[in-house]
């Protein structure tokens, strides 16, 4: 099953993430198919970009959120 979930970047104790579409089977850092954005927790104010198009798409063909991109896509 698909899925689009946050795959965590950057350095220790400054994580960024990209929101990704992935197999649910791989690990969390392991391969994706496509990028369709990012989060960043760290900065003031929270910077967060998703490509809507794509994440409907995806939506669309079947790919379930993880909690927390659900969360923050609202």
């Given amino acids: 099953m698909t899925v689009v979930r946050l795959t965590r970047m950057g350095r220790k104790k400054k994580p960024f993430y990209r929101i990704v579409v992935t197999d649910s089977r791989k690990r969390r850092d392991g391969g994706w198919i496509e990028s369709i954005g990012y989060y960043n927790p760290m900065t003031s104010p929270v910077e967060l970009k998703v490509d809507e198009e794509r994440l409907a798409y995806w939506k669309s063909v ?13």
């Fill in 62 to 74: 079947g790919a379930k959120l993880s909690d927390r991109v659900a969360r923050i896509t609202k």
